[in-house]
Structure formats: structure tokens, C-alpha cells
């Protein structure tokens, strides 16, 4: 990957259909999310689409799926389809995986494999979407070997648009998505690389008490167009944070394209808007040390 050639690097993309057309949803959390986000229609790109997309706008993407069969019953998209996919672009795409905290040593197994084996880059938890809260010392095995591993895990936080308007949300739990949950796993796991995704309403002040407070702590900005973003967290990422804030759209339910015409009307100062878009992600996931081959 020849960073130096990137214009930006999206920390959240989402791998939302298996080369055989299987959903990364059910039906009925599809249609609730789509309603959520005003969505109805949108096309789900394949990942080979998804490299083509970010190849055309010379940027890279991290892209994974989420493994919720335990609370949903729904069968995920493999996390192998999605890496060996990416090790087809990689000038563009960073495979995550997802692994559901519920499948105890299997689970285990298969993320050192997906490191050692797929060349997967990090981990990708929907606890809300999961059913599990971030501190259930069920999941905490899990995080020893992404601890070990010194791969980054990427945590869901704030209300989500799956299951939105369903009765009972779809028997989706929003508490599970508070970041100061996450502060739990910051201590017990203090090497562990963590990123909060997205702005995380309605708990932003907590996201940004962690993220100052933990070295090893990131909030990424997916999720929301930076229009929308609260004032502490622009205030934050221009401040105490900016070298802990990265890009991410949430694509394809928001594009890049929008995302970055509305960042660039934010107030975000000259040095940092680099770091957002490109130099912090690269560091985090060990980018800036590679040389395309």
C-alpha cells in the first residue's frame, strides 16, 4: 500500500454481501436500518466494488462484517470471504474481522488465525447488535489474544440505526454501547488498541473522558456527516485529541464523498485535518511503516 499516495484512510466500511448475495443482516433489521437512515434502495456494493469505489478516490478503507449469529441467529459473512477479498485490492482495502465473543475457544482460534493465517489487521464488536456488554468477563479471553496479537479492536458506540422503530428495537440493548463500558476493557487490557466508533450520542462527553484518559484509546468520526458533530468533539479533535481522531464514513450507508464535502466546511485547523484524515490511522495500524511492494 504506498500510504504516501493516499488522500485519506476510512477506518469503517462495512462488507454488507457474500460473493453468494447472503446479507450481512436479516430482512427485518435491513429494512429498520434502511428507514433509520433513509437508505431505502441503496445498492450494497460487493467488496471488489468497494476497492473500486476507494481506488477511484485514491484512498484505502478498512472493511469488515459482523459476526452477531449467537443474539440474532442470523449466519454472518465469513470473515475468510472478506479477507481473501481484500488480499485481492491491497493497495486499497485492510481487512478486520469479527469474531462473536459467545463462541468462547472457538472463537479465540479462529482470531489467531485470521492474524497469522488471513492477514486480517483488526477486530471489528457490535455489542448492541452482539448482545454482550463490552466488560462481560465472557469476552475478556477474546481480547487477550488481540491484545497479544497487537491488533487494534474496534467497538460500536452510541444509538444505532439497527433495529430502530422495530418493537423493542429488535431486542437491541443501547446501554451495551456506552463507551464508558469500554473504559472497563481500556484497564484491563492496557496494550489493547481501542477505537470507539463513531460520535457516540448520546454519551459523546463519556467517549471523549476515555479517549483523553486512556493512551490507547481512539474515537473515529463514522457514522454521522461532521455537520452534525457536537461541539466538544470538533473542540476535542482539534485539541487534546488530535492525535487520536480518525476519519471513517460508515460506507456505504454514508459515502466518503459526502462525508469529507461536509468535514471540509468544519472548522478543524490546518496541521490536524491531516492527522484526522490520514496520519493517525496510518500510525495506528502500522501503515506508516510499509513500503509498497
Known sequence: MDVAG???????????ISRDGHGSLSPELLGASEDYFKAHGHRQPTIDETAAYYRERRMAAVIFTVDAEHAT??????????????????????????????????????????????????????PSLQGFSPDD?????????????????????????????????????????????????AVDFPELRIILAHPSFPWQDEALAVATHKPY?????????????????????NSL?????????????????????????????????????KGNAARLLGLDKETPG
Open 137 to 185: 468477563p465472557m469476552a475478556y479471553p477474546l481480547y487477550e489474544v488481540i491484545e497479544e496479537l497487537g491488533v487494534p479492536a474496534l467497538f460500536h458506540t452510541g444509538q444505532t440505526g439497527i433495529g430502530a422503530g422495530l418493537p423493542g428495537g429488535g431486542g437491541i440493548r443501547l446501554r451495551y454501547a456506552n463507551p464508558m463500558v469500554v473504559d472497563d476493557v
Open 217 to 237: 484509546v481512539y474515537i473515529d468520526l463514522s457514522g454521522w456527516s461532521p455537520k452534525y458533530f457536537p461541539p466538544q468533539l470538533v473542540r476535542y479533535a
Open 241 to 277: 485529541l488530535q492525535d487520536k481522531v480518525l476519519f471513517g464514513s460508515d460506507y456505504p450507508v454514508l459515502t466518503p464523498d459526502r462525508w469529507l464535502a461536509d468535514f471540509a466546511k468544519l472548522e478543524i485547523k490546518p496541521a490536524v485535518r491531516p492527522k484526522i484524515l
Open 6 to 16: 493516499l488522500v485519506a484512510i476510512d477506518v469503517h466500511t462495512h462488507a454488507e
Open 73 to 126: 441467529g442470523h449466519p454472518r459473512i465469513a470473515n475468510e470471504e472478506v479477507a481473501e477479498s481484500c488480499a485481492a485490492h491491497p493497495d486499497v482495502l485492510i481487512p478486520f474481522a469479527s469474531v462473536d465473543p459467545h463462541k468462547g475457544r472457538a472463537g479465540r482460534r479462529e482470531a489467531r488465525r485470521l492474524v497469522t493465517e488471513y492477514g486480517v489487521r483488526g477486530f471489528k464488536f457490535h
